[in-house]
Every structure is written in structure tokens, then in C-alpha cells.
């Protein structure tokens, strides 16, 4: 499992027995630099890289694009359009 967003403090509420009861693995990852962030953005903006969109759903079919994922049916992200 990864987890991305765990950026909101020093005292997560995380029950870490769980982790260990179930010999959970977890690798964690720390934020780029103010540079490393420029430097993609700078690439995304130049149209060097860009994200693998697998399909664009509206809002109203999240639940297909749930079932989609979860179903392992999709090549690249989901986008659900607002």
C-alpha cells in the first residue's frame, strides 16, 4: 500500500500495532526539493513528460472508475472531470 498526503504534522494518529501484528511493509519516501519540483515542472511546462491518462470520467461515474481500478482494468491514472 502507498499513501500519499502524510504531510500534516509530527504525531500521526497511526495504530502502529496493527503494522507489526500483521508484518506489514512500509517504505517511505520524503518530498522533493524546492529545486527537483522546478526542474519537473519546468519539463511538464516544455511538454518533455506528461502523465499516462488512461481515461477521463465525469464526476457522476466515480464508481466505474473505482470499480475500474479495483478491477485492475486501467493503464495510467483516472481522471474524473469536474
Known amino acids: 500500500m502507498v499513501v500519499c498526503g502524510a504531510t500534516t504534522g509530527n ?3 497511526a495504530e502502529l500495532h496493527y503494522i507489526f501484528w500483521n508484518q506489514l511493509e512500509v517504505i ?4 522533493a ?3 527537483e519540483t522546478a526542474e519537473v515542472w519546468r519539463l511538464v511546462c516544455d511538454g518533455k513528460v506528461a502523465p499516462v491518462i488512461d ?6 461515474s466515480c ?5 475500474r481500478l479495483e478491477a485492475r482494468e486501467h493503464f495510467g491514472k483516472i481522471v ?3
Open 11 to 13: 504525531d500521526p494518529p
Open 28 to 31: 517511505g519516501s520524503t518530498m
Open 33 to 35: 526539493s524546492f529545486a
Open 55 to 60: 481515461s477521463v470520467l465525469p464526476l457522476a
Open 63 to 67: 464508481a466505474e472508475g473505482q470499480r
Open 80 to 82: 474524473l472531470s469536474v
